[in-house]
Every structure is written in C-alpha cells, then in structure tokens.
C-alpha cells in the first residue's frame, strides 16, 4: 500500500505517461507461483522506478543546479547530429519531448513511422580530439531543448543513434533507403572511431565497398567484426578482479565487457552476460551546489553477476556514465524478453511511436540531406555474411578464449532470468 501510494505522487509530480507502470493488483488469493510472479513484478517496478527517479534528479542537479527556470513556450531552432557529424535542423516547441523531437527528425529525414522507433536521441559530449562521450538516453518526460540549452556549452550535443542491439533488426532498417544510410553512417563513424576492431584486410575490403557505394555490403561485413553495434564508455574504476582498477567498459551484444588495467600493470579482457545478473542498481552522491558552488555527482553501477554456480558477487563501476550503462543493460533485457516472449520489437517499438504527439503541419516533410543519398538500387546485393562475431585479436590484450579471461562465459547455473540462457542471444 505505501508503494502504490508513493506511485501516485510520483505520477501526480512528473506526469502518467512517463512513469513505470505499477504491477497491477489481484483480488483472489494468490497461490504460492502467483505470489513470487507478484514480488518479482515488483522488485522489476522499484529497480525501473529508482532509474527514473535517479535520471530525473541527476538531469535537474546537473542542468539547472539549485534554480528553477521558466521557459517560456515558443518555436525554436534544434540542431540534431548525425553519426557522421552531420547536423539536422528541425523546427520544434521549447516544451517538446523527446519523442516530439524524435519524430521532428525523421519527418524533416524522410524516414518512415515504421522505422522512427528503432533510433534514439543521446546526449553526448564531444572533446577537443573529436572523441565523444556518451552521457545518457534521452529520457521521455525530457525537454531536449531545454536540456542542451542549460548546459550552456558547445561541448554537448544531441546525437540520433540505432537503439536496438540484436543485429537480425538491421535488415529492418536497411529496407528503408534512410534508414539504411542512418545505418551505414553509424557503421563508419564506429569504425572511425576505434569502437569496431578492423585489421588490415577487413580495413581494405571497406574501403573497396566504401569507394564503390555498396553500403548494404559494408554493413553485411561489419557485423562481422568485433564490437560491431556496441557503445564504448570512457575510461573509469572498478574493483574487479582487484578493487581500484582502470577499466574500459562497452556494452553490447547482451553483455558489459570489460578491458582492465590490473595494479601490475598486466590487461586483461573479459564479458558479463546480461543474463548472468540477477540485478543491478545505481546509485549518486553530490557534492557541493547552491546558488555560487558548482555541484560534483558520483556515480557507481553495481550489478551482483553469477560467477560460477551458486555463487553470486557484486561488481562496481563508478563512472560519470553510469546511468547510461544501465539504460543499456535495461534495453537489452527489454529485447530479450520480447524474443523469448516471441514478440515483435518492431510492434514494440511502433506501439511507443503511436504515443507521442502529432506534429504540427508547419513541419514539412523534405528530401534527405545529401550525406544520405542511396546507393545504386540496381547493384548486385552480395550473399548475407555470417552474422557471428569474428575472434579479432586485441593489440596488448589476450583473444577472448584465453586462459587470461576475467570472466567466464562458461558459467553454468541459473540465469538470472527464468528462460532465457545462451542459446537465446
């Protein structure tokens, strides 16, 4: 009862539509299966509730300090970036969310309602070197303009990404000729980037498929390198194996892996399943503030990980992108539901489409930017390349199957969520 009474005045403050929804409640007497269905319904609605709650804190700490703003309602100019660099201009309301946003992009891209739910808009940050920071999602009862604008610095910017992780959906987008040049500018930036591993060979063939436009072929081929589809966090601290160790940590494929510094300087490299975790929380201490201070945020995600069978163990990261990891092992436990579920993400994602609001008929549709031209249509299509992950070596660091692995992706025991093991990745 206190919990679904906090759960009203959470709605009453940020609004129904963007809070979890609250497990509902059975009048007949549950039996024995019923009541643990119950407690693991709402063990999943306080771990989504704290993220929300967590996110909507950190954004007013970290965007308007101790002062409130008024905003006044008014049509604006917002630049969202490309993977490429690009930038799309699109005509919104100060008062927008996110998926208002959303939707004013692919209008102004031409990319169908269909496909609108497959990309996301991220805040990033981007460094001197070109380097960018992946801060968070953007979250639903956001207000973009409002969230970029308070941050008061060129540094940041909105970014349009995929926000899916099973590589089978690729084939969704890449019928669309929008969606597949979204797609293909991910794929290069990626690769630009040093986020997908490429050597030399695999380097000159994308380099023939890029000069002779066959984008569909450049994507086939980057789905199998290593890390094709993950995102790459900064450098930060966690205590495994060792308390107070560097590590780089990327998500993908249904997992976290993991390169880390131990104190001896030796690396190595291992990956926690996404299905191993029986839970994760993440939790913020600030620092500072009022009306003159500047306000310092720690972060720290901590997920208990089955190690071997029966034994479970806690593994911290704290990193000033914590949130965002956690958005990450969120949305693929989300896909992997609706997989074994036998669901379609694509009706998932539409059903979140068919949520927001209509724009107004001020916001014209028009013909994609250059960067986006198709490729020749009447190109022979090569034959789909197999879609597993090829065991590329790292420079410095062990291959993924050796003795020096940190984590075990042969572990046996229960998953952490009923019905979902390996096989189902």
């Not at 970290?62 to 100019?77: D, M, S, Y």
């Not at 050597?199 to 569909?216: A, W």
């Not at 160790?245 to 399943?273: D, R, T, W």
């Not at 590329?392 to 046996?412: E, K, M, P």
Request: charged share 25%; net charge neutral; aromatic share 8%.
């Amino acid at each position: 009862i206190q919990l679904l009474g906090l759960h009203e005045q959470i709605k009453k403050e940020y609004g129904s539509n963007v809070v979890p929804a609250f497990p509902p409640k059975k009048i007949f007497t549950l039996t024995p299966a019923e009541v643990e269905q119950r407690r693991e319904q709402l063990e999943k609605y306080m771990q989504a509730g704290e993220l929300f709650l967590l996110t909507a804190r950190l954004s007013f700490y970290l965007f308007f300090g101790f002062e409130t703003q008024q905003i006044p309602t008014e049509e604006v100019a917002l630049d969202i970036c490309l993977s490429n660099g690009q930038k799309v201009t699109v005509n919104i309301l100060t008062s927008d969310q996110t998926e208002d946003v959303l939707e004013a992009v692919a209008t102004k891209l031409d990319l169908p309602d269909d496909l609108v739910g497959y990309f996301s808009l991220f805040l990033v940050r981007e460094g001197v070197d070109g380097s960018l920071t992946f801060v968070r999602k953007l979250q639903e009862f956001e207000l973009p303009y409002v969230s970029i604008t308070s941050l008061r610095s060129s540094e940041f910017h909105i970014v349009l990404r995929k926000s899916y992780w099973d590589m089978s959906y690729d084939a969704d987008v890449m019928d669309n000729r929008v969606g597949l040049n979204l797609l293909y500018t991910q794929t290069v930036s990626d690769i630009e980037r040093g986020w997908i591993l490429v050597n030399k060979d695999q380097h000159r063939q994308l380099k023939s498929l890029q000069e002779k436009g066959s984008k569909k072929e450049f994507i086939h081929l980057g789905q199998t390198l290593k890390y094709y589809g993950y995102i790459k966090f900064d450098p930060c601290i966690t205590d495994f194996p060792e308390k107070g160790c560097q590590v780089i940590v990327s998500a993908g494929n249904n997992e976290l892996n993991f390169h880390v510094k131990l104190p001896n300087e030796q690396m190595k490299e291992g990956s926690f399943k996404v299905t191993r975790m029986r839970c994760w929380r993440v939790t913020s201490s600030v620092s500072g503030g009022g009306v003159s201070a500047k306000c310092e945020v720690k972060l720290e995600l901590a997920f208990e990980y089955l190690m071997s069978k029966d034994r479970l163990q806690w593994v911290t990261i704290t990193s000033q992108q914590a949130i965002m990891m956690s958005i990450c092992l969120q949305s693929m436990v989300d896909e992997l539901m609706v997989k074994k579920s036998g669901g379609s993400i694509k009706k998932m994602l539409r059903k979140r489409h068919n949520g927001s609001i209509q724009r107004p008929d001020s916001q014209q549709t028009v013909k994609s930017p250059p960067l986006l031209d198709s490729p020749d249509p009447n190109r022979e299509q090569i034959v789909k390349l197999s879609t597993k992950l090829s065991s590329v070596s790292l420079r410095g660091i062990s291959a993924s199957n050796s003795a020096n692995d940190i984590s075990a992706n042969d572990f046996h025991g229960n998953y952490a969520f009923e019905g979902i093991g390996d096989d189902d990745l």
